[in-house]
C-alpha cells in the first residue's frame, strides 16, 4: 500500500497567491514525521518544512506553513504569496519511528507535484 | 553553512562497469542515507548508516555494496551497471535522533549508462 500519496500530478498558480499542495499518509506507527522538500529543474533536493506526529501546533517557516490533520492523516502544505523561483516538484516524505532519540528512519516519499508559478 | 558534498555530479559509465559514488555528511552528522531517484520518479531508499555501522537497508541491488569510513564520508560501490541504474542518486545526512532533525540532501550524482 502507497504510504504517501500526492494526488496532484501538477497544479499552477499565479504570481502572490497562495497555494496549496495535498498530501496523505498511512501508517500505524504513533510517532512519526513529516517533511515537504522541494526539488527545482536542476535535481537538488531542498527541505523545507517538518512536522512531528505529537506536535500540537500546525508547523510553519516563513512563507510555508503544513496544513497537519492528524485524524485525516493529511500534512498540505501551504505556500503563501508565490514567487516564480516556488516553480519545481514538490515531495512529501515520512519517517516512521520518529519518537525522540532512537530514529534511524529513512524517508518514503510520495510521488511528487510539479508546481507551476506564472506571473 | 556547511552542506552535504556528492561526488562526482555527473557520471558516465557503460553496461557491465563499476562505479563509485562519494558522500561527505554535514559535520557532526551521524547518519548517513542513499537514495536512487529514476527519471521522473521519487526518490527511494537503499541504505543508511548510523555511526559507521549499516542502520537500515531498502531496495539496494545484490549488485551495490556501501559503507561509511572512520572519517564519517560515505562510498556507494556499483558493479555489473545496467541501464536500469541510470538515475539521480543522493546522499542525504542526518543527526540521529527523529525529531525535527531533517535529511539534508547532496546535489545529487547524475549517473548516465550507456
Known amino acids: 500500500a502507497q504510504k504517501i500519496t500526492q494526488t496532484q500530478p501538477g497544479m499552477f498558480v499565479q504570481e502572490k497567491e497562495a497555494v496549496t499542495l495535498d498530501c496523505t499518509y498511512d501508517?500505524?506507527?504513533?510517532?512519526?514525521?513529516l517533511f515537504w522538500y522541494k526539488q527545482p529543474s536542476s535535481g537538488e533536493m531542498i527541505f523545507l518544512i517538518y512536522?512531528?506526529?505529537?506536535?500540537?501546533q500546525n508547523a510553519t517557516e516563513g512563507r510555508y506553513s503544513l496544513n497537519f490533520q492528524k485524524a485525516r492523516k493529511s500534512a498540505n502544505l501551504v505556500i503563501s504569496a508565490s514567487q516564480l523561483g516556488d516553480s519545481a516538484m514538490y515531495f512529501c516524505a515520512m519517517r516512521e519511528g520518529d519518537s525522540g532519540g532512537t530514529s534511524y528512519g529513512k524517508l518514503t516519499f510520495g510521488q511528487g507535484t510539479i508546481l507551476t508559478v506564472h506571473p | 553553512a556547511a552542506g552535504v558534498i556528492q561526488s562526482p555530479r555527473h557520471l558516465i559509465k557503460e553496461k557491465r562497469e563499476t562505479a563509485t559514488l562519494k558522500c561527505y555528511p554535514i559535520?557532526?552528522?551521524?547518519?548517513v542515507y542513499w537514495y536512487q531517484q529514476g527519471p521522473g520518479q521519487d526518490p527511494q531508499f537503499l541504505i543508511s548508516f548510523y555511526e559507521k555501522m549499516q542502520s537500515d537497508k531498502g531496495s539496494i541491488p545484490d549488485r551495490f555494496s556501501a559503507q561509511q569510513f572512520s572519517d564519517y564520508h560515505s562510498e556507494l560501490n556499483m558493479s555489473s551497471l545496467e541501464l536500469g541504474d541510470s538515475a539521480l542518486y543522493f546522499c542525504a545526512s542526518s543527526l540521529q535522533g527523529g525529531g525535527n532533525q531533517p535529511q539534508h540532501f547532496g546535489d545529487g550524482t547524475r549517473l548516465s549508462i550507456l
Open positions: 512536522q512531528g506526529s505529537y506536535d500540537q
Open positions: 501508517t500505524s506507527d504513533p510517532s512519526y514525521g
Open positions: 559535520p557532526r552528522h551521524d547518519t
